[in-house]
């Protein structure tokens, strides 16, 4: 499920944070109710799998529609999909 970061300020503009989950992406709730200043952004999710081939723990992080991987199998590709990104989008 979609995540965002949701962030205000109080009265001595000390920023609180609060990570929300939602199912519409485009989720932009009506912000003044949060004071002056408050923004909400997008908030990576992110996706830890282990390599099949040694101790190494890849991980997928999306924003949106967007994927990146650290594996190898990722840089490796013109069209940046691994084998990882493939099975999430599955
Ligand atoms: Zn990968």
Do not use: W
Not at 50 to 65: H, L
């Amino acid at each position: 499920m979609p995540l965002f970061r949701l962030v205000n300020f109080n009265k001595m503009g000390v920023p609180r944070i609060r990570i929300i989950k939602n199912d519409d992406p485009n989720y932009s709730p009506d912000l003044s109710q949060f004071g002056k200043g408050a923004f909400i952004e997008p908030y990576p999710e992110e996706f830890e799998f282990k390599s099949s081939s040694s101790d190494q723990i890849y991980k997928v992080t999306k924003v949106k529609d967007n994927y990146k991987c650290n594996c190898p199998g990722y840089y490796r590709s013109y069209s940046r999909e691994c084998k990882h990104i493939k099975s999430l989008k599955k």
